[in-house]
T-cell receptor
Framework: AQSVTQPDIHITVSEGASLELRCNYS??????LFWYVQSPGQGLQLLLKYFSGDTLVQGIKGFEAEFKRSQSSFNLRKPSVHWSDAAEYFCAVGAITGGGNKLTFGTGTQLKVEL | NAGVTQTPKFQVLKTGQSMTLQCAQD?????MYWYRQDPGMGLRLIYY???????DKGEVPNGYNVSRLNKREFSLRLESAAPSQTSVYFC??????????????FGPGTRLLVL
């Protein structure tokens, strides 16, 4: 069975500082990996995804993530955080089964940005 | 383009009452999903529908039923609500895996309180 671990429940960074959110996954085959962001009271918005190819993927809002197969990791990074990045971030791993894509989510990392 | 819409946005039920959560997508996606989100637990899959006419259980199906009414609509029914079903419910949809890799797009959520 697939699983996702986000070891940091809360992270606080200063505006303008760099950010790295950790994600480790467990999956038997080549995974489909996703990062979603959720602002308070809102649904989930896709930041970026990895299916194959280049292991460094670029997403929206200046985010990027790197797939490292040897470490079973897919960490999310941003060089300079903005106050509007304060939100909850979810990593997910997908398994294509019978035509659908079942996602398993991590428990999320709450990002606070200090001005 | 409305994307994924959910109704109602908020609902209060008494224990034992029934209700149906509605979800519709206008992206011509094949697959649809229902998740629940609880603090500290991320999103957990309740049911999914890989294509019109099919439904399958997810991780936490007990106490729920679903109907894939047509390609656009996927409803979630609570026959006899319990306080443990207090949660935020998200509907999502995804295209076929060969088209977009099965990326899921989420609705804004329904906040359910069971007293």
């Amino acid at each position: 069975a697939q699983s996702v671990t986000q070891p940091d429940i809360h992270i606080t960074v200063s505006e303008g500082a760099s950010l790295e959110l950790r994600c480790n996954y467990s999956y038997g085959a080549t995974p489909y990996l996703f990062w979603y962001v959720q602002s308070p009271g809102q649904g989930l918005q896709l930041l970026l995804k990895y299916f194959s190819g280049d292991t460094l993927v670029q997403g929206i809002k200046g985010f990027e993530a790197e797939f490292k197969r040897s470490q079973s990791s897919f960490n999310l990074r941003k060089p300079s955080v903005h106050w509007s990045d304060a939100a909850e971030y979810f990593c997910a791993v997908g398994a294509i089964t019978g035509g659908g894509n079942k996602l398993t989510f991590g428990t999320g990392t709450q990002l606070k940005v200090e001005l | 383009n409305a994307g994924v819409t959910q109704t109602p946005k908020f609902q209060v039920l008494k224990t034992g009452q029934s209700m149906t959560l509605q979800c519709a997508q206008d992206m011509n996606h094949n697959s649809m999903y229902w998740y629940r989100q609880d603090p500290g637990m991320g999103l957990r899959l309740i049911y999914y529908s890989a294509s019109e006419g099919t439904t399958d259980k997810g991780e936490v199906p007990n106490g729920y039923n679903v109907s894939r009414l047509n390609k656009r609509e996927f409803s979630l029914r609570l026959e006899s609500a319990a306080p443990s079903q207090t949660s935020v419910y998200f509907c999502a949809s995804s295209p076929a895996p060969t088209s977009g890799g099965g990326t899921q797009y989420f609705g804004p959520g329904t906040r359910l309180l069971v007293l």
